[in-house]
C-alpha cells in the first residue's frame, strides 16, 4: 500500500510488520563490522515497526512535549549549520557538540544520509516520521550528554544501552542485547559488559530526553545540563582503557550464545 503524505510518498505501511529475517541479517552484518552504520537504521526499520507511533503520543503526554511537537523543528537542519553552532560557548552542550563534531570529522548530514540508505521513507512530511529522524538526529547529541564516545565500540555499545532504555524498541534491544553477548567469553564480570549494562542503567535512571527542547539544551553548561537530566557519571565505562575501549568486544572472540541468535 502507497501512503501519500504532503507530497512525500510512504510505500508501506506506517505502522508495518516487524521484519526479523531481514533484521538479523543486517544484525550479522553489523557485529561482524562495528563500522558499517547503515546496517543499524536497517535494523531499526525492520524491528522498530510501531516505536515511532509510539513516541510520539508520548512527545505529547511530556512536560513541553506538545510545544516540541507543534514547533517540529528538523534538528538535522539545525546542527548541520555552522554559524548557528558557533554561537554557544565552550562549556555548553552546543558548544561540546562542535568540539565533537571537529574531532571526529562526524556530521548530522552523514547521519541522515546513512539512516535514508537503511529506510526509504525518512523525508516524509508526517508526525511519525518525524519522530524517527528526531530519535536518529539526537544520537550524536546523546554521545555529548552521557560522555560515550563516538569512535570506541564499547562506547557505541554503551550509548545503545542507554538508547534502549529510554526509546525501547526491539532494534536497540537486538542491538544491545548482540553487544552484550560478544563480551560474554570473559564471564559475567567482563568489565565491557558490566559496562554495557552500566549505559541501560543510567539511561533508565536519566529524564526521557526525547522530549527535551535541544535548541535550549544546546545552550546549557554541560555539567548543568547533565545534572538537570539526571544523566550519571559511566564509572565502570570510564574505568576501562581507552585502549580496551576500542577494540572489539570481547577482545575478537565470538560467544556461541551470540552465534545462535544471529545464525536464527
Not at 526521557?208 to 544546546?218: A, I, R
Amino acid at each position: 500500500m502507497t501512503h501519500s503524505i504532503a507530497g512525500a510518498q510512504i510505500d508501506k505501511p506506517l505502522v508495518a510488520r516487524r521484519d526479523w529475517g531481514g533484521a538479523f541479517a543486517a544484525l550479522r552484518k553489523l557485529m561482524a563490522n562495528k563500522h558499517d552504520t547503515e546496517q543499524v537504521f536497517v535494523i531499526m526499520s525492520a524491528l522498530n515497526a510501531d516505536e515511532d507511533v509510539r513516541l510520539y503520543k508520548r512527545l505529547l503526554t511530556s512536560r513541553s512535549g506538545g510545544q516540541v511537537a507543534y514547533r517540529r523543528v528538523e534538528l538535522a537542519e539545525k546542527l548541520m549549520d555552522r554559524t548557528w553552532l558557533e554561537r554557544f560557548e565552550p562549556d555548553t552542550v552546543g558548544g561540546v557538540y562542535r568540539a565533537f563534531l571537529d574531532a571526529t570529522g562526524y556530521s548530522a548530514e552523514g547521519l541522515a544520509e546513512i539512516s535514508q540508505a537503511g529506510a526509504s521513507d525518512m523525508h516524509a512530511e508526517h508526525p511519525y516520521v518525524w519522530m524517527g529522524r528526531r530519535t536518529r538526529d539526537v544520537h550524536d547529541l546523546w554521545h555529548v550528554l552521557t560522555g560515550y564516545k563516538a569512535d570506541e565500540h564499547l562506547g557505541e555499545a554503551s550509548l545503545v544501552a542507554f538508547s534502549f532504555a529510554q526509546l525501547g524498541g526491539w532494534g536497540w534491544a537486538a542491538i544491545a542485547l548482540a553487544s552484550w553477548l560478544e563480551t560474554l567469553p570473559g564471564g559475567l564480570s567482563n568489565p565491557q559488559g558490566q559496562a554495557i549494562w552500566e549505559g541501560y542503567r543510567l539511561g533508565r535512571k536519566a529524564v526521557w530526553l526525547v522530549g527535551e527542547d535541544y535548541e535550549k539544551l544546546l545552550g546549557e553548561r554541560l555539567v548543568d545540563a547533565r545534572r538537570r537530566l539526571r544523566i550519571g557519571t559511566p564509572e565502570r565505562y570510564f574505568a576501562i582503557p581507552q585502549a580496551v575501549r576500542a577494540t572489539s568486544l570481547g577482545q575478537g572472540k565470538e560467544h556461541e550464545t551470540t552465534q545462535a541468535l544471529l545464525s536464527a
